[in-house]
Every structure is written in structure tokens, then in C-alpha cells.
């Protein structure tokens, strides 16, 4: 086996209902943090990243980029406390590049 690096991309939303401008193009929060994800990921085949390393995932509002003081999990009022200021929202409309700890490609 050949050692194989992933990267795996994240797109993430605010807890707001999308204007009715974007719903034309994406339905849910869902839909909108996996097109960002994917449009990245799009971005990295152009720039010639091996698509086998890549993997686009919509996270929508459910992983806010603050997070909750341990042992807290994040939950739906941690997700509204996070969206609560116009500052909150712009850190959670996001797209992270994460490159996990190798694994071993077969």
C-alpha cells in the first residue's frame, strides 16, 4: 500500500434561513455548506490535488466555529448563542481544509 494523506473539506452556514435570493439555488442550509465545500474541492482539481485524496462535506449551521467550554457538547442553544451577533455568523459562514493524521491507501 502507497501512504495516502486525505483532505477533507468543510463548509459550514449561520442558523439563518437563506434570503430567498440564494433559496432559488440552494434549498437548505445543507444544500449551501456542501455547494462550498464542493466548490473548494473543485478549486483543488483545478490546482491538480489528486481527487482521490479529496472529500467535500456540508456540515450546514450544526458545527459553529466557536465552541462550547468542556464538558459542554454543542446543542441547539450553543448554535443560537453562537449566531447572536453579526460577528458570530460571519466565523460560522466558513469552509475549513482539515488534513487528518495519514492513513494507508489499499
Same mark, same amino acid.
Given at each position: ?8 473539506? !468543510?463548509? $459550514? ?17 445543507? $444544500? ?5 465545500? !464542493? !466548490? ?5 482539481? #483545478? ?13 450546514? &449551521?450544526?458545527?459553529?466555529? &466557536?465552541?462550547?467550554?468542556?464538558? $459542554? ?7 443560537? &448563542?453562537?449566531? #447572536? ?10 469552509? &475549513? ?10
Amino acid at each position: 500500500p502507497n501512504n495516502y494523506y486525505p483532505i477533507l473539506v !468543510s463548509g $459550514h452556514t449561520d442558523d439563518r434561513p437563506l434570503p430567498k435570493r440564494l433559496q432559488r439555488k440552494f434549498r437548505t442550509n445543507w $444544500h449551501l455548506s456542501a455547494a462550498r465545500a !464542493s !466548490s473548494v474541492v473543485q478549486r483543488l482539481i #483545478n490546482m491538480e490535488v489528486d481527487p482521490l485524496r479529496l472529500q467535500a462535506i456540508g456540515m450546514a &449551521e450544526f458545527s459553529p466555529w &466557536e465552541k462550547p467550554p468542556l464538558p $459542554h457538547i454543542v446543542d441547539k442553544r450553543w448554535i443560537t &448563542e453562537t449566531n #447572536n451577533s453579526p460577528e458570530g455568523r460571519a466565523s460560522n459562514r466558513r469552509v &475549513e481544509i482539515l488534513f487528518p493524521k495519514r492513513t494507508m491507501k489499499q
